[in-house]
């Protein structure tokens, strides 16, 4: 099967948004994380605070 010069460009174009994609789940997952340990902090502060008053 011989690939057009067409079907190549977007092959490249595939592969870019592809990686672009991969990058934008990194970021993702890294801010999911650290949401996560904000959210577990403020938790943990929250029940400190609420039980060092009595």
Not at 18 to 47: D, E, F, R, Y
Request: hydrophobic share 55%.
């Amino acid at each position: 099967m011989i690939a057009d010069p067409l079907e190549d460009r977007q092959a490249e174009q595939q592969k870019a948004v592809i990686s672009q994609v991969q990058t934008l789940l990194m970021w993702a997952k890294g801010l999911g994380i650290a949401s996560l340990v904000l959210l577990v902090i403020v938790g943990a502060l929250s029940i400190y605070v609420s039980l060092s008053a009595n």
